[in-house]
């Protein structure tokens, strides 16, 4: 069946450090991929999308790659901040219209 | 994007007892959803709430433990019925598909009901 797996967490990081968030998928045919954020204490956010093969979605600095041939879509930022700090789900959607998959989330905390 | 309300955004609740959760968008849209998320999990779908028509449930969730209504395209209800401790979770409803939304593949969360059964 169609599911997304993450790379476990926490990831703790310095501020300003380069970040990585393994996001692998498995699904029939050509899904859209998402990044979702939540900080603490809030709701979910959308963060990007990638709706075909090689699309690059970006959003606040953060980056992800839609790679077919690697079934992969990792999270990326080159220099993070405090304010970064929040899980990360990695989503896929099999087709427009039908619900989201997730991930199981990763938990990112970056010091000062 | 659109905006997107829950109430009650928290309750304690005793088991046995049951809370429904409201769900309003401020425009019309195609796709509402409902979600949980137990603490420290993931999102797992509970339903799509169909316009008009019966819900439909992923497996393992049933219609009497999870009854949802969606009379039109801008609301909807998850009521959590006979609760017990398992039940304490968020519950999100989703949405997308509407004149608001950037394109088909855009889906926006409300801010969750936090529910804690004692």
């Known amino acids: 069946g169609n599911s997304v797996t993450q790379m476990e967490g926490p990831v703790t990081l310095s501020e300003e450090a380069f970040l990585t968030i393994n996001c692998t998928y498995t699904a029939t045919g050509y899904p859209s991929l998402f990044w979702y954020v939540q900080y603490p204490g809030e709701g979910l956010q959308l963060l990007l999308k990638?709706?075909?093969?090689?699309d690059k979605g970006s959003n606040k600095g953060f980056e992800a790659t839609y790679r077919k041939e690697t079934t992969s879509f990792h999270l990326e930022k080159g220099s993070v901040q405090v304010s970064d700090s929040a899980v990360y789900f990695c989503?896929?959607?099999?087709?427009?219209?039908?619900?989201?998959?997730f991930g199981k989330g990763t938990t990112l905390s970056v010091s000062s | 994007s659109a905006v997107i309300s829950q109430k009650p955004s928290r309750d304690i609740c005793q088991r046995g007892t049951s809370l429904t959760i409201q769900c309003q968008v401020d425009s019309q849209v195609t796709m509402m959803f409902w979600y949980r998320q137990q603490p420290g999990q993931s999102l797992t779908l509970i339903a799509t709430?169909?316009?008009?028509?019966?819900?439909?449930?992923e497996s393992g969730f049933v219609i009497d433990k999870f009854p949802i209504s969606r009379p039109n395209l801008t609301f909807s209800t998850l009521t959590v019925s006979n609760m017990s401790p398992e039940d304490s979770s968020i519950y999100l409803c989703?949405?997308?598909?509407?004149?608001?939304?950037?394109?088909?593949?855009?889906?926006?969360f409300g801010p969750g009901t936090r529910l804690t059964v004692t």
């Open positions: 989503a896929l959607e099999t087709q427009a219209g039908t619900a989201l998959i």
């Open positions: 709430a169909n316009q008009g028509s019966e819900a439909t449930y």
């Open positions: 990638a709706t075909k093969a090689d």
């Open positions: 989703s949405v997308g598909g509407g004149e608001n939304f950037a394109g088909a593949y855009e889906q926006y």
